[in-house]
């Protein structure tokens, strides 16, 4: 006699994800990309024209994504006739371990990197730190490969800034590499008439 499988899933390379991403970074002037493709070369991996690798990461990348509500009643029935939302807050966060001033200045809203020889060395690298009134505003792509099949899911944020985030550097003779925490917030793209695909997409090769 056969059985019925009577527990209905589909765990398979699709819905399987596991593992390590890649976080990449664009001026939010760059063109919103229409195909993974338009972020990475799909056969090299390398990062296409305008698009940045933010690098290693500790703690992996987390996307986050959370809204407020308001509650609607009536005087005449004992309990909530409606919800509707009232703000919507999504973040992307991770840890950056790859400890170069061009990371820094991202992670601390720093000034550009310059390079030149000084004292006779050369390539001395130069930033500065301040305390600017606005945020820069950037296109974001986190980006994941299932090592089973090599597919890609990308998620492409439309346009994101740095959020507040403490941060040290520790140089110690012990303890964990350096690698700073950043967070950033995504904001709505107002040009955008669908209000579904405001904020971010999602790609997935199946």
Same mark, same amino acid.
């Given at each position: 006699m056969s059985v019925l499988d009577f527990h209905r899933t589909s765990i398979?390379?699709?819905?399987?994800?596991? =593992?390590? $991403?890649?976080?990449?970074?664009?001026? %939010?002037?760059?063109?919103?990309p229409a195909t993974?493709?338009?972020?990475?070369? &799909?056969?090299?991996?390398?990062?296409?024209?305008?698009?940045t690798d933010l690098g290693a990461t500790k703690t992996g990348v987390q996307i986050s994504l959370n809204n407020t509500e308001e509650t609607f009643d009536v005087d005449q029935i004992l309990a909530d006739i409606a919800t509707l939302p009232t703000s919507w807050d999504v973040s992307v966060g991770t840890q950056l371990a790859e400890m170069t001033l061009d990371k820094l200045s991202i992670a601390w809203e720093g000034d550009?990197?310059?390079?030149?020889?000084?004292? =006779?060395? $050369?390539?001395?690298?130069?930033?500065? %730190?301040?305390?600017p009134?606005?945020?820069?505003?950037?296109?974001?792509?986190? &980006?994941?490969?299932?090592p089973s099949n090599q597919k890609i899911r990308g998620y492409i944020f439309r346009?994101?800034?740095?959020?507040?985030?403490?941060?040290?550097?520790?140089?110690?003779?012990?303890?964990?590499q350096i690698s700073i925490p950043v967070r950033f917030k995504a904001l709505v793209d107002t040009s955008i008439t669908n209000v579904y695909s405001r904020i971010f997409v999602i790609k997935d090769q199946t």
């Open positions: 398979n390379d699709e819905s399987f994800i596991r =593992g390590a $991403a890649r976080l990449l970074i664009a001026a %939010v002037t760059q063109t919103f993974l493709g338009a972020i990475v070369n &799909l056969t090299t991996y390398d990062a296409m024209s305008g698009w550009s990197v310059a390079t030149a020889t000084e004292d =006779g060395v $050369a390539n001395v690298k130069t930033m500065g %730190v301040g305390n009134d606005v945020y820069r505003q950037r296109r974001l792509a986190v &980006l994941f490969r299932r346009k994101v800034q740095r959020m507040p985030q403490e941060s040290n550097v520790t140089h110690a003779k012990t303890g964990e």
